[in-house]
């Protein structure tokens, strides 16, 4: 194997093949991050108790349909699995089967928004945010379905590696948000300004939107007969536990993902708003450096799963280690500035307004412990997605099942011995930090172990 550029660049799984399949996706996800970008901005601008009230709500939002969207976001492993076997005719049936899963949890989703309430005020959250947040999630429990539907969409067109339509739909759709913010916030012209919940519903109606495109676009796709959509409407019960014996542990990842931020999040709410509203703009921050990253683990997951049913998995390392590379120099540069220069990702918040500078002061301390945990992040996540785009679901989750119960636990204990707002605040972030890293280590391990290059998902014939 030589190793002069043009082989890294241009052999197969090599940095061109990884590249060209996750620019569109990192694309499509930094929209994303663009999206929650501006509804902060936009909300700090018109109420900074409404941003840290969004932040919280959309926090424990993420963790409802956190579940259901990770079996949904796993199936792009079967559509890549089939489509490296040879089996097209089966990716239908997966998309139909996957869809089920939205139509399943909405009963999940009417209970969480029922029973908000209780929820945040069993973290003493103070009242004038409760009342915020519990109108916040109520609006968002119109768009989870949506999301799991949406999900799947993506999925499909991922998992056959083609997304450039993923990338325009998505930035689309982020675009129309942006613009309903503006509308429905702050109500220019004829349009009421509704503030808090103007953001919610312009979220609903965006994710809406998504999914009517993307129905289009699969609609219009020409090879759309060798994927038997007809046929794969009826019931396969053999296919469905497939999709769960591997997509639920996915699901758990991302609950108990998403999980330890939401709890991080809610232990320091009862602290006050200015340690509320600087987590919550550090996390705000954090989605430019932290969602690109995800859409390389796609890439890496599509690829892997392709080059696994084909029965390569050299391969499949191959594109793992190219994607680590990418992820890492893209990581290192966020965590540079985020160290040495906070400043710049606060320059459109308007914090140098009278009363404000303290939560500047807060927000660009914790930007040094983002600088710290991001590169972990980056790491855990690429080989994270290598070895669940085999099949290594189950690691994956017991590994999150017990980093995060023991961050939760040691974080409860080490708290009964603080007092102070500052000595709290900064214990919950180093155990966010430490749980990063040690996920990062594990999963690093576990890829090197090798066990996930010989596992397979889709079955016989």
Same mark, same amino acid.
């Given at each position: 194997?030589?190793?002069?550029?043009?082989?890294?660049?241009?052999?197969?799984?090599?940095?061109?093949?990884?590249?060209?399949?996750?620019?569109?996706?990192?694309?499509?996800?930094?929209?994303?991050?663009?999206?929650?970008?501006?509804?902060?901005?936009?909300?700090?601008?018109?109420?900074?108790?409404?941003?840290?009230?969004?932040?919280?709500?959309?926090?424990?939002?993420?963790?409802?349909?956190?579940?259901?969207?990770?079996?949904?976001?796993?199936?792009?492993?079967?559509?890549?699995?089939?489509?490296?076997?040879?089996?097209?005719?089966?990716?239908?049936?997966?998309?139909?089967?996957?869809?089920?899963?939205?139509?399943?949890?909405?009963?999940?989703?009417?209970?969480?928004?029922?029973?908000?309430?209780?929820?945040?005020?069993?973290?003493?959250?103070?009242?004038?945010?409760?009342?915020?947040?519990?109108?916040?999630?109520?609006?968002?429990?119109?768009?989870?379905?949506?999301?799991?539907?949406?999900?799947?969409?993506?999925?499909?067109?991922?998992?056959?590696?083609?997304?450039?339509?993923?990338?325009?739909?998505?930035?689309?759709?982020?675009?129309?948000?942006?613009?309903?913010?503006?509308?429905?916030?702050?109500?220019? $012209?004829?349009?009421?300004?509704?503030?808090?919940? $103007?953001?919610?519903?312009?979220?609903?109606?965006?994710?809406?939107?998504?999914?009517?495109?993307?129905?289009?676009?699969?609609?219009?796709?020409?090879?759309?007969?060798?994927?038997?959509?007809?046929?794969?409407?009826?019931?396969?019960?053999?296919?469905?536990?497939?999709?769960?014996?591997? $997509?639920?542990?996915?699901?758990?990842?991302?609950?108990?993902?998403?999980?330890?931020?939401?709890?991080?999040?809610?232990?320091? $709410?009862?602290?006050?708003?200015?340690?509320?509203?600087?987590?919550?703009?550090?996390?705000?921050?954090?989605?430019?450096?932290?969602?690109?990253?995800?859409?390389?683990?796609?890439?890496?997951?599509?690829?892997?799963?392709?080059?696994?049913?084909?029965?390569?998995?050299?391969?499949?390392?191959?594109?793992?280690?190219?994607?680590?590379?990418?992820?890492?120099?893209?990581?290192?540069?966020?965590?540079?500035?985020?160290?040495?220069?906070?400043?710049?990702?606060?320059?459109?918040?308007?914090?140098?307004?009278?009363?404000?500078?303290?939560?500047?002061?807060?927000?660009?301390?914790?930007?040094?412990?983002?600088?710290?945990?991001?590169?972990?992040?980056?790491?855990?996540?690429?080989?994270?997605?290598?070895?669940?785009?085999?099949?290594?679901?189950?690691?994956?989750?017991?590994?999150?099942?017990?980093?995060?119960?023991?961050?939760?636990?040691?974080?409860?204990?080490?708290?009964?011995?603080?007092?102070?707002?500052?000595?709290?605040?900064?214990?919950?972030?180093?155990?966010?930090?430490?749980?990063?890293?040690?996920?990062?280590?594990?999963?690093?391990?576990?890829?090197?172990?090798?066990?996930?290059?010989?596992?397979?998902?889709?079955?016989?014939?």
């Amino acid at each position: 194997m030589t190793l002069d550029g043009r082989s890294v660049w241009s052999r197969e799984c090599g940095f061109r093949d990884v590249f060209s399949l996750a620019l569109p996706l990192v694309v499509s996800t930094s929209s994303f991050a663009l999206m929650y970008f501006c509804d902060r901005l936009m909300l700090t601008m018109y109420s900074t108790e409404d941003m840290a009230s969004v932040m919280q709500a959309s926090a424990l939002s993420w963790s409802t349909v956190s579940f259901p969207l990770g079996i949904a976001a796993y199936s792009m492993a079967f559509v890549a699995q089939y489509r490296g076997a040879n089996q097209k005719h089966r990716i239908g049936a997966v998309f139909w089967h996957t869809c089920m899963i939205a139509i399943f949890a909405i009963p999940i989703f009417v209970l969480i928004a029922w029973f908000s309430p209780t929820i945040f005020q069993s973290f003493q959250h103070p009242e004038d945010l409760v009342d915020r947040e519990i109108l916040y999630l109520r609006i968002m429990t119109f768009g989870l379905p949506g999301m799991v539907i949406a999900t799947a969409m993506n999925s499909f067109f991922v998992g056959l590696e083609r997304p450039l339509g993923v990338m325009w739909i998505d930035v689309f759709a982020s675009a129309s948000n942006v613009l309903l913010d503006y509308l429905l916030i702050f109500g220019p $012209g004829m349009f009421p300004e509704w503030g808090l919940a $103007g953001a919610g519903w312009a979220t609903v109606i965006s994710i809406w939107l998504k999914v009517v495109i993307y129905a289009v676009h699969m609609v219009f796709q020409s090879d759309r007969e060798d994927f038997q959509f007809g046929i794969g409407r009826c019931w396969d019960g053999d296919l469905f536990k497939r999709i769960l014996r591997f $997509g639920v542990p996915n699901g758990l990842q991302f609950f108990l993902e998403g999980g330890a931020f939401t709890l991080v999040i809610l232990f320091l $709410g009862k602290l006050g708003s200015l340690v509320v509203g600087a987590t919550t703009l550090a996390f705000s921050v954090n989605i430019v450096a932290f969602v690109p990253i995800v859409g390389v683990g796609m890439a890496v997951t599509t690829m892997v799963g392709n080059q696994v049913g084909r029965g390569k998995p050299k391969l499949a390392r191959r594109a793992t280690w190219n994607g680590l590379f990418i992820a890492l120099v893209y990581s290192g540069i966020f965590a540079w500035a985020y160290f040495f220069k906070p400043h710049w990702f606060l320059l459109f918040h308007q914090l140098d307004e009278q009363g404000l500078q303290e939560l500047r002061t807060w927000t660009e301390f914790l930007l040094r412990f983002v600088a710290a945990y991001c590169i972990f992040d980056a790491i855990q996540i690429i080989f994270a997605s290598a070895i669940k785009g085999a099949g290594d679901t189950t690691f994956t989750v017991m590994t999150f099942v017990i980093g995060t119960g023991s961050m939760v636990v040691v974080g409860m204990v080490g708290e009964s011995f603080l007092v102070d707002v500052t000595a709290i605040t900064i214990w919950w972030w180093s155990l966010l930090t430490l749980f990063l890293f040690s996920l990062a280590v594990v999963f690093a391990v576990r890829f090197f172990h090798g066990r996930w290059m010989s596992m397979t998902i889709i079955g016989p014939e």
